[in-house]
């Protein structure tokens, strides 16, 4: 839904891209990607569509008032057809892109990187989902990934130091660890041997 302006929310009245803008085309709005079991559209729902959300006062209001109302309306996909669920098959979003290409799709960099040379990745505020900005964070949709480990579970569950010693090593979560295969984007070097030793010495997380 979206601001009524008068204090209270309507149904999305917009089918095409011209709609939104009249600056775009007027392409009917059909966005393909994953169902809420995905990992991918927890990221879009809190990135994309809230990152959205905030450009509205009215809703920032409502954040300020109900945090959960405001989650609701802000993380909530439309269901009138201008989302289409595909599956948490990647790759079935990419040949839907190939045969529809006025379409749109959501899914990891990794399958962008694999198909740049079939689809093009859409750029948010003037920055393009590249290597560089979302290492460094300045692409807006994207974000990091954090791994925890409960010291008490250290010695108690078999395995958790070889798992973190796997997890923190160069040829894991480096430049050119088999990581970056399934899509992660690595720290700078200097980033990863710090949180490598932290992790490795069980240093606890300072809030």
């Avoid at 601001?3 to 709609?19: I, K, L, S, Y």
């Avoid at 379409?103 to 198909?115: C, D, M």
């Avoid at 480990?149 to 395995?159: E, I, M, Q, R, S």
Wanted: net charge negative; charged share 25%.
């Amino acid at each position: 839904d979206l601001p009524d302006g008068q204090g209270g929310t309507m149904p999305n009245p917009n089918r095409t891209w011209a709609d939104v803008n009249p600056d775009l085309p007027a392409l009917r709005i059909e966005v393909m990607g994953p169902p809420p079991t995905s990992g991918t559209r927890d990221a879009f729902a809190e990135l994309a569509l809230e990152g959205g959300c905030t450009t509205f006062e009215e809703i920032r209001a409502l954040k300020a008032r109900d945090e959960q109302a405001y989650r609701v309306l802000c993380q909530t996909i439309r269901e009138d057809g201008a989302w289409i669920e595909a599956g948490e098959n990647d790759n079935l979003i990419v040949q839907k892109l190939v045969a529809n290409p006025d379409a749109l799709g959501v899914f990891g960099f990794s399958f962008l990187e694999e198909n740049s040379d079939r689809i093009q990745g859409a750029t948010v505020d003037g920055v393009a989902p590249e290597f560089d900005a979302i290492a460094d964070g300045t692409y807006p949709v994207s974000r990091s990934l954090y791994l925890y480990v409960k010291n008490a579970h250290v010695g108690a569950v078999p395995g958790m130091r070889a798992f973190i010693a796997e997890f923190t090593d160069e040829d894991t979560w480096g430049d050119y660890g088999y990581l970056t295969d399934k899509g992660l984007i690595p720290m700078g070097e200097d980033e990863r041997a710090q949180f490598a030793q932290d992790a490795r010495a069980l240093k606890p997380l300072e809030m």
